[in-house]
């Protein structure tokens, strides 16, 4: 059973920086891509970012594009999402979720962390 556990979430201003880290447990994960959602209310849930555990090779969505920095900690079996010049659409639940890339989708999902930016 994988078990993904985020953190880091909370209220900053636009402009801000904040760090979100998601802790895999479970299983090996040299085989995952890992990666970031989010959703805002009344919107779809999107990709952001992800990372491949045994590359480490990142992809971002055009919106995070040089603001956000995803990497991992192969030790500590945690990913995290590095957040700067926050704006206030950014405000959402993220989500951490990893995939068998082969497979195609996310079947593991962590239960979400608020962030939420004041402009």
């Known amino acids: 059973q994988v078990q993904l556990v985020e953190s880091g979430g909370g209220l900053v201003q636009a402009g801000d920086s904040l760090s979100l880290s998601c802790a895999a447990s479970?299983?090996?994960?040299?085989?995952?891509?890992m990666g970031w959602f989010r959703q805002a209310p009344g919107k779809e849930r999107e990709f952001v970012a992800s990372?491949?555990?045994?590359?480490?090779?990142?992809s971002y969505a055009d919106s995070v594009k040089g603001r956000f920095t995803c990497s991992k900690d192969n030790a500590k079996n945690t990913v995290y999402l590095q957040m700067n010049s926050l704006k206030p659409e950014d405000a959402a639940v993220y989500y951490c979720?990893?995939?068998?890339?082969?497979?195609?989708?996310?079947?593991?999902w962590g239960q979400g962390t608020q962030v939420t930016v004041s402009s």
């Open positions: 990372i491949t555990w045994s590359s480490g090779r990142t």
């Open positions: 979720a990893g995939r068998i890339p082969v497979l195609g989708r996310w079947d593991y």
């Open positions: 479970g299983r090996s994960f040299n085989v995952y891509q």
